[in-house]
Each structure stands twice: as structure tokens, then as C-alpha cells.
């Protein structure tokens, strides 16, 4: 039996300071490593937010003008995983 799940995780943010750019649209598929956010910090450097798995976002949480924290959730991520075997 085959079936599909979806699973999402958070992408987090490592930083005080502005969303600069959101860079996939909301349905765009997207690779591990791929820039997802840029984001300003206070002190004005431009920090990229990279994917760590392939997928695409299942919701943004925040736009291009938004304050960030550390620990805020910018977005969630959803991975496809085809179950097999026994399960």
C-alpha cells in the first residue's frame, strides 16, 4: 500500500532585522541550498535564508518589510514523502 504525507517544517529566523525579499513565490518548488528569504540585520548586512530540504512552502508567514526576531517562524516548509514497505 502506497500513500502519500505531508510534512511541514518551520523555517526559522537566526536574526533581528527586515525581511528585504521573499524570494519563491508561495507555490514555487524549490532545492536544499536554494536562497529562500534575505533578510537585513540591524547593523545592515544582507543575510541569506537557505533551504535545508527540497520542497516548497505550504504558508509564508511574513512579506518584504517585516521586523524579525530571533526564533520567529518565517515560513513553513512541505516535504512530499512517499511511504513504503510495511507501513
Request: net charge negative.
Amino acid at each position: 500500500m502506497r500513500g502519500t504525507m505531508s510534512i511541514h517544517y518551520p523555517v526559522i529566523s537566526p536574526y533581528y532585522g527586515t525581511v528585504e525579499q521573499v524570494i519563491h513565490p508561495l507555490s514555487s518548488y524549490f532545492y536544499e541550498w536554494d536562497t529562500l528569504f534575505l533578510i537585513r540585520t540591524d547593523e545592515g548586512a544582507i543575510e541569506e535564508i537557505v533551504a535545508d530540504i527540497d520542497g516548497c512552502f505550504h504558508s509564508c508567514e511574513v512579506m518584504d518589510g517585516d521586523r524579525v526576531i530571533p526564533g520567529m517562524v518565517l515560513a513553513y516548509i512541505q516535504e512530499d514523502i512517499q511511504r513504503t514497505g510495511s507501513e
